[in-house]
């Protein structure tokens, strides 16, 4: 069986919907919390990522009503990344597994050794824990990725569980890079319930989907997708935007190179803002808005209050 990979990839997939998730009893995993903290990520309109900006800079929208910052960190500090590397049958088409291959290496490159610490995950119709989070990447970087990818695809599962493995993680950087070809063919969960468990911890997920490049959309070689494809890339691309992460395709090394590379100034340039729970129990959206209309915010689309639940 094969251990594990990572991937990243090159343009942006824009999501087809435009609903948040709503937590079902089966997606709750943590609330009740003294404050809300908020993961978030700044681009401008060319896709830079904005450093920089201040408390005064932001506005938190909590169900519809403005809400204080309590609390506002920013600076690089040490990242903790899960990567989660779908090792399923599907991937064994159209040379995927090797595209994922070369994407972990380069995922791990961009970590920083006695500083960041990672861990690596594989799946198929259950996850695996390869290596447990370390600082030693070479321990990662060891790991032999040769293989055959074999059984059902459970994604959002694996996804909702690893989420839960890095929202304990004590850094304030903290993030799951998942790659996939983009199929599930075995999960309990869907997409909506794993954003909301995501969103709850406040972890952001990154997409990475390796495709051929005749599947690439928008791709210079790519050919007419069915409906059912262009779907399941949507419904990932959601899923990614609700927790505050991002998805990415890619079909050749220097997208993946490009793709990887974003991601890790993304993740060393997030402000982490804290704010005052809601008193009313359930499910609060939340939106985190800029001053400047032009710049684009990624954070998580909202959080539990009220009193603890666990679920599945």
Do not use: C
């Amino acid at each position: 069986m094969i251990a594990a990979v990572v991937v990243a990839a090159g343009g942006s997939v824009l999501a087809q919907t435009t609903a948040s998730p709503q937590p079902s009893p089966e997606a709750t995993f943590k609330s009740g919390v003294e404050a809300v903290p908020v993961s978030v990520s700044v681009r401008d309109s060319r896709g830079k990522v904005v450093q920089n900006l201040k408390p005064s800079d932001f506005t938190v929208i909590d169900s519809g009503m403005p809400t204080e910052i309590r609390d506002f960190y920013v600076g690089e500090t040490p990242i903790s990344l899960a990567i989660l590397l779908d090792i399923s049958g599907s991937m064994a088409v159209g040379g995927n597994m090797d595209r994922a291959r070369t994407a972990v290496s380069l995922a791990t490159m961009n970590l920083r050794s006695n500083s960041d610490e990672a861990a690596l995950f594989t799946f198929d119709s259950q996850l695996q824990q390869v290596v447990g989070f370390t600082t030693d990447l070479e321990h990662i970087r060891r790991v032999s990725l040769r293989g055959t990818p074999w059984g059902k695809t459970s994604l959002y599962d694996a996804i909702g569980q690893t989420a839960r493995l890095v929202s304990e993680r004590s850094n304030r950087h903290r993030a799951l890079l998942v790659i996939t070809d983009g199929v599930d063919t075995g999960s309990r969960m869907t997409a909506p319930q794993v954003s909301a468990i995501a969103s709850e911890i406040d972890v952001p997920v990154y997409l990475l989907t390796v495709v051929n490049p005749l599947d690439h959309p928008g791709g210079e070689f790519a050919v007419l997708q069915s409906d059912s494809r262009t779907a399941e890339t949507a419904t990932l691309a959601d899923l990614a935007r609700w927790t505050g992460g991002d998805m990415r395709i890619s079909s050749v090394p220097s997208e993946s190179a490009v793709a990887v590379q974003d991601l890790f100034s993304e993740l060393r340039h997030t402000y982490l803002i804290t704010f005052e729970p809601g008193v009313r129990p359930g499910w609060h959206p939340i939106e985190i808005r800029t001053r400047k209309k032009s710049l684009i915010v990624h954070a998580r689309s909202g959080y539990m209050s009220g009193p603890s639940r666990s679920g599945t």
